[in-house]
């Protein structure tokens, strides 16, 4: 059974950082490009971030390029995304989806969402 788990929401102030991890079983790894997505209250699901299969690309909408990074460790099933100079726009349920096609495209597995919230 494929279980993806995040992890790492708080509460931050803006301008503060966060690590989420997204912790991955039941799946061969580098067989799928794992994804980052976000919904606010009222606002539709948005994706923030991919890296593909290999970890060689990765996507980033302008409303995060420069400030989130995301990566992938294999051997230790988990992909993380690197959140800095968050600002309050930045507050929402945080989820992420594997695609076994590639980045934006057909995730079939997703996790449950850890909730960021940036607020002074």
């Known amino acids: 059974q494929v279980q993806l788990v995040e992890s790492g929401g708080d509460l931050v102030q803006p301008g503060g950082s966060l690590r989420l991890s997204c912790l991955a079983s039941g799946l061969t790894m580098n067989h799928y490009a794992i994804g980052w997505f976000r919904q606010a209250p009222r606002k539709a699901r948005e994706e923030i971030s991919c890296?593909?299969?290999?970890?060689?690309?990765?996507y980033y909408p302008d409303s995060v390029k420069g400030r989130f990074t995301i990566t992938r460790d294999d051997a230790k099933r988990t992909v993380y995304l690197q959140m800095d100079r968050l600002k309050p726009e930045d507050t929402a349920i945080y989820y992420c989806a594997a695609s076994g096609v590639g980045c934006q495209y057909q995730y079939i597995y997703w996790g449950l969402g850890t909730q960021v919230t940036v607020s002074s």
């Open positions: 890296i593909s299969s290999s970890g060689r690309n990765t």
